[in-house]
């Protein structure tokens, strides 16, 4: 049998890919709320940085729940983005700074997402347009590269 929170994350992945990014999140913050499961709340995030939605109210409901010396490259990473979508640049670069040093000083594709929203957050739009360039094709769904390429037609 599934844990859980490992049903509610394939049941927010469901509605996602239905285009329902709204209902997937509060999937995953009843879930986050109930289970206390830092992946959750990581997805959750990483799934609202897909909307239009105002992510300061999310933020602020998680912030809590992660302890950033035992987070995941991964978790930092979404956190890094989620920080650069609400201006706390100096937060995200910090964040981007650990994240390269978890992964032995190495820059991998998806880095150039949170750097391109760093960029685009200051409005060095030209950096950030060339950042997002660099975040390579993916597979999966919600990718680095997909969320790259939204900012990318976002630009003016």
């Not at 997805?43 to 998680?62: C, H, K, M, R, V």
């Not at 010396?69 to 920080?83: E, I, Q, Y």
Request: with cysteine.
């Amino acid at each position: 049998e599934l844990p859980s929170s490992m049903v509610a994350q394939f049941e927010a992945d469901i509605l996602a890919h239905q285009g329902k990014r709204i209902e997937a999140i509060q999937t995953l913050k009843d879930a986050a709320l109930l289970y206390g499961d830092e992946e959750l709340w990581n997805s959750l995030l990483w799934t609202a940085l897909f909307t239009d939605q105002p992510i300061e109210e999310l933020w602020n409901e998680s912030k809590d729940r992660f302890d950033p010396n035992n987070s995941s490259a991964a978790t930092l990473h979404t956190l890094a983005c989620v920080k650069a979508q609400m201006g706390a640049i100096s937060d995200a670069i910090s964040d981007v700074r650990v994240v390269i040093q978890l992964q032995g000083g190495v820059i991998k594709s998806s880095d150039w997402l949170a750097i391109g929203m760093i960029a685009e957050r200051c409005g060095f739009l030209d950096s950030a347009r060339k950042a997002y360039e660099r975040v390579q094709v993916q597979k999966e769904f919600q990718s680095a590269y997909e969320l790259a390429q939204l900012r990318l037609k976002s630009l003016p």
